[in-house]
């Protein structure tokens, strides 16, 4: 316990030195209510606040932390690199082993560029689509978070889906109208588009399995039908495995699709940088040898490929074997089936999609295929059911919008905590 320090004073302290004391919104639990913790150390699968609460930890980052927090051969890694210096800004022998690693896993991900947050390996994806096809529009579709750059936040998930927003202020007309969102997994609806606008759709981008609206899993064969179309239009199709890529399996979640498909430019984040900020993105050579020094569509980043980030993604994708996927599968359908089990014991109408090993969920009835389908839920059940997991030192992503992440960390003691703290849970979302 650090002495006198309160999570509540944190806050208020926080607020007056950062907007909303949080420098990424949904941080601020506006939609959970109560006061966010403020945490000072993470590891295995518990998190510990500036009171000395210890929680389990099912946000892990939101993504990032699939062999737990601070692995100690990940966290030695960091230290051996940090050692020999923080950033160069020339290029390092690790970057390459990276790309390699990335490559042997994404066969399709050929040539690779590292970048520092998801938000810039979408941005510089759609730039390279526009760069190589010389379209102007991308499609995206309801729900799906692609980071916040101005073309992305139309009908966003994630913190957009939160706070119920339509886009965001400050997204000029003309940037906002080079954007077509569609309804996720309705082919109909991009088959009216590719008819609307014929020969100007650069790229459709899509997350590889929807994780921000809560879980939207893809119906069979739904990115394969995305690529073929793509394809007849002469368009790129853009998967966005910042959140699944090398979470839900070895590949991400190309590498468990049902049916085979080859998207044009891969985006990956979050795990591939093992908890520091580091992302890519992917694709043939013929597309990625047009980035800039190569070709003339212009990327940089002064700590691109951080030898720290560098490290910590090396070493967490070299320990991500068949085992660790192998238990956070078992471990995330212990607790998704729990929860369904639990909020159906206290007679609350609600499912549990799922993708992988990811899954959210859903108060509703019926199953989640598009953004309009997780709109359409008693989200009003969330708030007092993730107050009792937290009440209980369970902590789970604040909104009801997020996908639950669990990590090989979360052994057979992490599991009980959580599945102990579910009854109550469950029964104060029945009374809300
Ligand atoms: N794409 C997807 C699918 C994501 O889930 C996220 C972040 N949650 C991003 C892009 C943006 O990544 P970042 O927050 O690192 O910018």
Redesign the pocket.
């Known amino acids: 316990m650090t002495r006198g320090r309160s999570n509540e004073a944190e806050f208020a302290r926080a607020r007056h030195a950062i907007p909303g004391g949080v420098d990424?919104p949904v941080r601020a639990y506006g939609s959970v209510g109560g006061t966010p913790r403020f945490l000072v150390r993470a590891r295995g699968a518990s998190v510990w606040d500036v009171e000395g609460r210890e929680y389990t930890d099912l946000v892990c980052s939101?993504?990032p932390a699939l062999l737990g927090h601070a692995h100690p051969e990940v966290v030695a890694a960091v230290q051996q690199a940090a050692a020999d210096g923080l950033s160069f800004g020339a290029p390092t022998p690790g970057e390459t082993l990276l790309a390699e690693e990335i490559r042997a896993r994404v066969p399709g991900a050929e040539k690779v560029r590292l970048v520092?947050?998801?938000?810039?390996?979408?941005m510089t994806a759609l730039r390279l689509a526009r760069g190589a096809t010389g379209r102007p529009l991308v499609v995206k579709f309801a729900g799906?978070?692609?980071?916040?750059s101005d073309g992305?936040l139309a009908q966003a998930?994630?913190g957009v889906a939160t706070q119920g927003l339509p886009g965001s202020a400050g997204v000029p007309e003309p940037i906002a109208a080079q954007t077509l969102v569609l309804p996720y997994n309705d082919l109909a609806a991009l088959a009216t588009a590719f008819a609307a606008h014929p020969g100007r759709i650069a790229a459709v981008i899509t997350?590889?399995a929807?994780?921000?609206a809560g879980v939207l899993r893809p119906d069979p064969g739904f990115n394969a039908a995305l690529a073929r179309i793509c394809h007849e239009n002469g368009t790129l199709l853009v998967l966005?495995?910042?959140?699944?890529g090398f979470r839900v399996g070895p590949a991400g979640w190309w590498g468990l699709d049902e049916t085979p498909f080859t998207p044009d430019l891969v985006?990956f984040?979050?795990v591939v940088g093992g908890g520091m900020?580091l992302?890519a993105l992917g694709g043939r050579p013929e597309l990625m040898d047009l980035l800039a020094p190569l070709g003339p569509v212009y990327q940089a980043g002064t700590l691109s490929g951080n030898p720290l980030a560098v490290a910590a993604g090396l070493a967490t994708l070299r320990l991500a074997d068949a085992t660790v996927y192998a238990h956070v599968d078992r471990a995330a359908g212990v607790v998704a089936d729990a929860v369904e089990r639990e909020l159906a014991a206290a007679g609350v109408a609600a499912v549990v999609p799922r993708a992988g090993n990811l899954f959210s969920i859903a108060f509703r009835t019926g199953t989640v295929r598009d953004y309009d389908d997780a709109r359409d839920q008693e989200d009003w059940r969330y708030p007092p059911f993730f107050a009792a997991m937290l009440e209980q030192g369970v902590s789970l992503p604040p909104s009801v919008y997020e996908a639950w992440f669990l990590s090989s960390a979360h052994d057979d003691a992490a599991l009980d905590r959580i599945l102990r703290a579910l009854p109550a849970a469950a029964g104060a979302a029945a009374a809300a």
């Not at 520092?116 to 979408?122: L, P, V």
């Open positions: 990424s939101w993504g520092s947050t998801g938000t810039e390996a979408t799906h978070y692609h980071g916040h992305l998930g994630s997350e590889a929807g994780a921000n966005d495995e910042v959140l699944t985006t984040g979050k900020p992302a």
